[in-house]
């Protein structure tokens, strides 16, 4: 299986919403660095717990928007939603030996465009 497979499958058990089933394709001591709060996730156990007392409205979906890979590094760009919020997660996977070693996840908040850019853009809906 390649790198990008084994990212795919992550992605596809987080779909689940079975989270300890998404952390078997972590290493069992795993960093899950969340860089724009400062935090570090440690292990798969701390993963599955954590995701599984996240706070939601309904069901998490998982929309994998693209895919990049080249040997042990993957990247991908998610859009997660329970039904009520829309979050994207653009994620920096480490793969080794047919495990993610490592991710560093970004959850960027949506905020306003700047007016005085109207001249120049067009709005993305």
């Not at 989270?19 to 972590?26: M, S």
């Not at 080794?96 to 465009?113: C, D, H, M, S, T």
């Amino acid at each position: 299986m390649t790198e990008k497979e084994i990212v795919l499958n992550f992605w596809k058990a987080m779909e689940s919403n079975n989270f300890y089933a998404a952390a078997e394709y972590l290493t069992p001591d795993c960093d899950v660095i969340w860089p724009l709060t400062k935090e570090v996730i440690r292990g798969r156990k701390n993963f599955a717990e954590l995701n599984s007392a996240y706070p939601s409205d309904g069901k998490w979906c998982f929309k994998v928007e693209r895919i990049v890979g080249e040997g042990e590094q993957v990247v991908t760009d998610v859009v997660v939603s329970d039904g009520v919020r829309s979050d994207r997660a653009i994620t920096f996977h480490t793969v080794r030996n047919g495990l993610i070693f490592k991710q560093v996840e970004y959850w960027p908040e949506e905020y306003q465009a700047a007016d005085w850019r109207t001249k120049w853009v067009e709005r993305a809906e």
